[in-house]
Structure formats: C-alpha cells, structure tokens
C-alpha cells in the first residue's frame, strides 16, 4: 500500500542554522510533491510545489528537493528563525488521483 | 477575507448523536475535500467533490455523508456519533481538479464523542 513517511520527532536547532526535513514514500509514483505548514490549531498552509521533472524548487529561504529514483524529497529552510517553528507536513498528488494523499508531519522547534 | 470557512470549531457529542459540519468557500475553487486528523496518523481523506453536484468517497468514509450544496458549500454529516470519530475535520479546496495549484484549508471543527 501507499506510504508516506515523515520523521516523527521533532526536529530541535538553533536560530540561524539551516533546517532539513525528510519526506520519504513507497508505492507511489507522483506527478508532484507539496509542502505545507501547520500551526497549532490552525489548518495546513500550502507553501511550495516541487513536480515529478524538477529537482529543485525554491522560495525565499525555503528550498525543495525531489528525488523520484530515492522516492524522497527534502526541505529545507536556511537562515531559520524562532518563527519557523510549526510543523511541516507533505503531500503527494497527480494527475488521475482524487486527492492529495498527506504526511504525518514533523515539528521543528527553532531555539532563539 | 477570501479563504474557507469552518463552523462549529468546536464541538462535543454523545454517542449517538448527529451533527452537520459546514464548510464554504469563496475562491470560486470547483474541487473541495473533508480530512479528519488524528495524531500520528496525518490527514485522512474522508470524501472529496471534484466538482459541484458530484462527491466520491476517500480513505476512511465509513460513518460520514456528505453533501455538495452548491459551488461555495460542502458539507459533513456524521449521523450517529461514535468515539472513533473523535478528531479534527478540516475542510480544504483547490483551484484545479488536480490540487497542482494547493489547498486552501480552514481552521479545523474539533469534536469530541464521549
């Protein structure tokens, strides 16, 4: 079956450092992966969209990679602030697929 | 402001009991979605309508109905609370029938069946 994995604990650095957040998934072949934020009690925020062809993406100091042949995409948030704190959840989608399927999610608590 | 919109955002039910959880939107998006989330488990997809007048079911749609009012409103039905159904619902749409562009996703109904 389909899987998404996301690291489950949380992710703990110091301000100023460069985050790195893992998303990994089997038996799926997406058209593309999505990245969210969330806040607590707050809904998922849409932050970047990274396709299939691409390996790269970036915004602001946000940076996505995507590996189809690892199954695995990373991202990254350089120069983090105490602000950063959220947790970050992603998404896999495609074409002929009825909706985005979504991961666990991990935490990342940045420490002034 | 533009977005989706979610009431109750808090609820607690017996079990038994029924409710209808509305969501709407005003983005003009034809596609909209119903998760629940539960801790460790993410966001499940309980059913989604791709379009108005059309809903299909998603992961976990045992328990649930649903209805496509119109364009802006899709709503949630649980018609006999069960502690099971204990969580987090949120809402979300999307411009494209493929979610490429990103969900919009409202603030979340926490319920809770004792």
């Known amino acids: 079956s389909q899987k998404i994995e996301q690291n489950s604990e949380a992710l703990n650095i110091q301000e100023g450092k460069t985050a790195t957040l893992t998303c990994n998934y089997t038996?799926?072949?997406?058209?593309?992966l999505q990245w969210y934020r969330q806040d607590p009690g707050r809904g998922p925020v849409f932050l970047l969209l990274i396709r299939e062809n691409e390996k790269e993406k970036r915004k602001e100091r946000l940076k996505v990679t995507f590996d189809t042949t690892l199954k695995q995409s990373l991202f990254h948030i350089t120069a983090s602030q105490p602000a950063d704190s959220a947790t970050y959840l992603c998404?896999?989608?495609?074409?002929?697929?009825?909706?985005?399927?979504f991961g666990s999610g991990t935490r990342l608590q940045v420490q002034p | 402001n533009a977005g989706v919109t979610q009431t109750p955002k808090f609820q607690v039910l017996k079990t038994g009991q029924s409710m209808t959880l509305q969501c709407a939107q005003d983005m003009n998006h034809n596609s909209m979605y119903w998760y629940r989330q539960d801790p460790g488990m993410g966001l499940r997809l309980i059913y989604y309508s791709a379009s108005e007048g059309t809903t299909d079911k998603g992961e976990v749609p045992n328990g649930y109905n649903v209805s496509r009012l119109n364009k802006r409103e899709f709503s949630l039905r649980l018609e006999s609370a069960a502690p099971s159904q204990t969580s987090v619902y949120f809402c979300?749409?999307?411009?494209?029938?493929?979610?490429?562009?990103?969900?919009?996703f409202g603030s979340g109904t926490r319920l809770t069946v004792v």
């Open positions: 998404a896999l989608g495609g074409t002929g697929r009825r909706a985005l399927t």
């Open positions: 979300a749409s999307s411009g494209t029938s493929d979610g490429a562009s990103g969900y919009t």
């Open positions: 038996n799926y072949s997406p058209a593309y």
